[in-house]
């Protein structure tokens, strides 16, 4: 298969941006930051799930960020031009909310704890 276009891989397109997007402003903004990292205790207290979601979306510097993203376009591209946008988009949201639910219980009392 050729590379996919956006018709093939619309939502892998835009996680690509918006993650790009949104670590590079990260990088610049603690508050930012803050406000997207996994913070299990303000998960647990203050009830912010979105936080489930949004960390996936903040990378520690540039390196990671790109290794990252090298990873999401060898493989995410590919695999949604095969199972479909939406199938792809649940099973894409759902990995990072299940890879967060371990930690923000573990952590859940702890308000130190972020990733």
């Known amino acids: 298969m050729s590379d996919p276009g956006f018709s093939q891989a ?3 397109w835009i996680v690509l941006a918006v993650t790009v997007a949104t670590s590079l ?3 610049r903004s603690e508050r930012l930051r803050s406000a997207l990292l996994l913070y299990p205790y303000d998960i647990a207290k203050k009830r912010q799930y979105y936080r489930l979601i949004s960390y996936g ?5 540039l390196m990671h960020l790109l290794f990252n993203m090298i990873a ?4 995410a591209f590919y695999l ?3 199972m479909g946008t939406l199938k792809f988009a649940v099973l894409y949201l759902a990995s990072m909310a299940i890879s967060a ?3 923000s219980w573990q952590h859940r009392s702890d308000p130190q704890y972020s990733a």
């Open 10 to 12: 619309p939502f892998s």
């Open 25 to 27: 402003l990260a990088f």
């Open 57 to 61: 979306f903040v990378h520690a510097d």
């Open 72 to 75: 999401l376009y060898s493989v």
């Open 80 to 82: 949604e031009a095969v």
């Open 101 to 103: 639910a371990i930690p």
